[in-house]
């Protein structure tokens, strides 16, 4: 049965820090390319980073350029976010993504609220 479970979401001020977590069961990870989204309120689901099977290679929406960093652990099954300066505009339900010619898998989100 395939798994994505995310972790690490939270209520942080402005200015701060989360690493999102995001641990995989039930496929070959290191054979899909992994990505973090996000859906704020009335909004469509946007692409937040993403990553390459091999770690190789990342791309980042606009938004979050230089303040978040995503990776990944293939030994662990695992994809991380790490935010740093974080802003209100932030705050969003954030979803892990698997995603391989043939299939796409989504965890369940995690909540990230970003305000004082």
């Known amino acids: 049965q395939v798994q994505l479970v995310e972790s690490g979401g939270g209520l942080v001020q402005p200015g701060g820090s989360l690493r999102l977590s995001c641990a995989a069961s039930?496929?070959?990870?290191?054979?899909?390319?992994m990505s973090w989204y996000r859906q704020a309120p009335g909004k469509e689901r946007e692409l937040v980073a993403a990553?390459?099977?091999?770690?190789?290679?990342?791309n980042y929406a606009d938004s979050v350029k230089g303040r978040f960093t995503i990776s990944r652990d293939n030994a662990k099954n695992t994809v991380y976010l790490q935010m740093n300066g974080l802003k209100p505009e932030d705050t969003a339900v954030y979803y892990c993504?698997?995603?391989?010619?043939?299939?796409?898998?989504w965890g369940q989100g995690t909540q990230v609220t970003v305000s004082s």
């Open positions: 039930g496929f070959t990870f290191s054979n899909y390319r």
């Open positions: 993504n698997a995603y391989q010619l043939t299939n796409m898998y």
């Open positions: 990553i390459r099977a091999t770690g190789t290679t990342t």
